[in-house]
């Protein structure tokens, strides 16, 4: 079955450490996007590629990294010097064909301090 | 500034019953509208996706309404099922430089359906 998968499901982070969250997608999509959920918020987009080796910051970038080495992934890196990093995050993938594109999610990874 | 606003925050119901939860929005310009299912501790499912062109559209016992002129969207869900327990979450979509296109989410409405 196509689909993106995300792990790890839970992940904690000690103080000054860089923690990666993986997403791979098997949809063949060209565009992958990291979101940011926090309760009692909507969805807040981190960053976005549409293209391999391409990516654009979204609207709260600061403190993350990404990577798009290869169309099937799209790596997200919380680094030290995001200061709240508790939160559930979502990966999404889209085509980038004419007409309205539905995005796809992953099942989301919980990273918590420890 | 673009904006979703979803009400209520949320509501619990009998199952059987029906249900509408309500998003406005002041996106703008206004490409489509999504409504979405996430299960808790899940990734969003998308329910239905509606044009400028189009002020209804059902999915099974979901059906979303739009009125751009009034800028508003409803998800009519009928008879509801336990399994309907979700929240709920209203994506509103704007065209940005070169055809690329902006999501904006609600809030999201958390529904809980008692047997």
């Known amino acids: 079955d196509g689909g993106i998968t995300q792990s790890p499901k839970y992940l904690f982070r000690k103080e000054g450490q860089n923690v990666t969250l993986s997403c791979e997608q098997n949809l063949n999509h060209d565009a992958m996007y990291w979101y940011r959920q926090d309760p009692g918020q909507g969805l807040r987009l981190i960053y976005y590629?549409?293209?391999?080796?391409?990516?654009q910051k979204g609207d709260i970038a600061e403190g993350y990294s990404v990577s798009r080495e290869k169309k099937e992934s799209f790596p997200l890196t919380v680094t030290s010097a995001q200061k709240n990093p508790t939160a559930f995050y979502l990966c999404a993938s889209s085509t980038q064909g004419r007409g309205v594109q539905p995005q796809h999610f992953g099942d989301g990874t919980r990273l918590s301090i420890l | 500034k673009n904006q979703v606003e979803q009400s209520p925050q949320s509501l619990i119901i009998l199952e059987g019953k029906n249900c509408t939860l309500q998003c406005n929005y002041t996106v703008s310009p206004f490409s489509n509208l999504r409504w979405y299912k996430q299960d808790t501790g899940r990734g969003p499912v998308s329910l239905t996706i509606m044009t400028f062109s189009e002020n209804t559209k059902s999915n099974g016992r979901y059906t979303a309404t739009l009125d751009a002129d009034t800028k508003q969207s409803s998800l009519h869900i009928t008879a509801s099922q336990l399994s309907d327990s979700a929240s709920y979450i209203c994506v509103v979509s704007a065209v940005v430089l070169q055809g690329a296109q902006k999501l904006v989410f609600g809030q999201g409405t958390r529904l809980t359906i008692n047997p």
């Open positions: 590629s549409q293209i391999v080796n391409d990516f």
